[in-house]
């Protein structure tokens, strides 16, 4: 009982200590991520449509309800709604040349994860257990072989059913065709927003009463990178797992870890998602649901509609009895 009741004190003291300016810096810093990451890409669909005027505010109320949308759909499902929101916000702009650009985004992610698994390793404390793999290295190569299967297969499968939008996706690429276009006009965006992340997740830890060291902030960052494809619930979980495990290594009790897993990733699910329902609703307009019900329930009740389906009701007796 008294480890129980030492993890439980612990995890309260994670809050009941809040330091409240490094709290606040870190909202201001996730607010800044948006901004930086949009422009990135706004300045990417600009390249790509040049003869659009394409708003920044746009892409930026677009991120807002994507990254909302994050916290609920895995595996990037998030991108079509980004996708699709962006699209309808440029003339003559097509479905497949916005997802080309998101695309483009994206990748720049995948290459970061990349880096932070080997700066990790570099480091000396890395999220991912090598000894082990050399040790056992049967199951991971058969991994890697199903997913190399897996992304070959996906890549067949969209080249056959994107053959007529060939030029489309293409059109996302035309930034790369004018030298130092992404190095001057999205890189730096992009940079300066992984600057941010790292800064979001020190001043969390400071807030929390946690140590925030260098090896700590690259290792949870990490963490996050490599299971933010999982499922909701399967993400969350093994976010906190590691994120304890790396935290209780430098000496911090788990209580206060879990306190800080737990109040860094409640903090920026409500702030993405009010960000989210505020930018859905400025961009879409009001719903008018209460209204759109009450229409379509008028219209099931109308004459016109009762009459209809009698009349269906008649015939289908009439139909089934003709040989």
């Known amino acids: 009982m008294s480890a129980i009741s030492d993890f439980l004190a612990q995890f309260a003291h994670a809050f009941s200590h809040l330091v409240v300016w490094a709290y606040l810096l870190a909202i201001l810093a996730s607010l800044g991520q948006n901004v930086v990451r949009s422009r990135a890409w706004r300045n990417l669909l600009a390249a790509t449509f040049p003869g659009a005027n394409v708003r920044w505010r746009d892409a930026y109320g677009a991120t807002l309800v994507k990254h909302g949308a994050a916290t609920l759909m895995p595996m990037h499902g998030d991108e079509a709604i980004r996708v699709s929101l962006m699209k309808d916000r ?6 497949a040349a916005v997802a080309s650009t998101a695309g483009v985004d994206l990748s720049f992610d995948v290459l970061l994860t990349a880096v932070l698994v080997g700066i990790s390793a570099w480091l000396g404390s890395s999220v991912v257990d090598w000894h082990e793999i050399a040790a056992h290295p049967v199951k991971p190569a058969l991994f890697a072989i199903f997913v190399l299967a897996a992304i070959v297969t996906a890549v067949v499968a969209i080249r056959k059913k994107a053959r007529g939008v060939g030029d489309e996706l293409k059109q996302g690429l035309v ?12 890189l730096g965006w992009q940079l300066a927003d992984f600057a941010l992340q790292l800064a979001l997740l020190y001043l969390m830890l400071v807030a929390f009463g946690c140590a925030a060291t260098l090896v700590s902030v690259v290792l949870i960052r990490t963490a996050q990178r490599v299971t933010v494809s999982l499922p909701g619930f399967l993400e969350t979980g093994s976010q906190q797992a590691m994120i304890i495990a790396i935290l209780t290594q430098s000496g911090l009790p788990a209580g206060r870890a879990l306190g800080f897993g737990l109040g860094s990733k409640v903090t920026l699910f409500t702030l993405n998602t009010v960000l989210a329902l505020i930018a859905a609703r400025v961009m879409m307009g009001p719903l008018h649901l209460r209204a759109r019900i009450r229409a379509k329930l008028q219209k099931r009740d109308s004459p016109q509609a009762v009459r209809a389906d009698a009349d269906a009701a008649v015939a289908g007796p009439a139909r089934s009895s003709n040989p």
Do not use: D, E
């Open 90 to 95: 440029i003339p003559g702009a097509s479905t």
């Open 175 to 186: 930034i790369f065709k004018h030298r130092g276009a992404y190095m001057q006009h999205v």
